[in-house]
């Protein structure tokens, strides 16, 4: 938690964090399942995102939207479904092979 309380520079912090952490997923996966992104969303990700929200509850649109877009980012990484919107691309299941 930062020490001046700025709820957006926290938001700031938090989804830089997050998406270097989902920089890393994506580089580091040659086969991308459905599941596994999920887990590691959740493992990984969510916590970032979730710490002391209670506290610092982003109430401007500008830091909601910040943290809408590090889970949007995520839904991205499921290649082969850029036609969809977030939902759908969660939906459809299966591997994706990457070109790495």
Known sequence: MNKSRKVSLQVRQVTGK???ILSSISKGMKYKY???LLKDNKALVRPH???CEQFWSPYLR???LALEAVQRRFTRLFPG???FY???RLSRPGPVLTGV
């Open 86 to 88: 977030c939902e759908g």
């Open 62 to 64: 500008k830091d909601i």
């Open 49 to 51: 995102l979730e710490y």
């Open 34 to 36: 459905r599941e596994v």
């Open 81 to 83: 479904r850029e036609g």
């Open 18 to 20: 997050a998406n270097g």
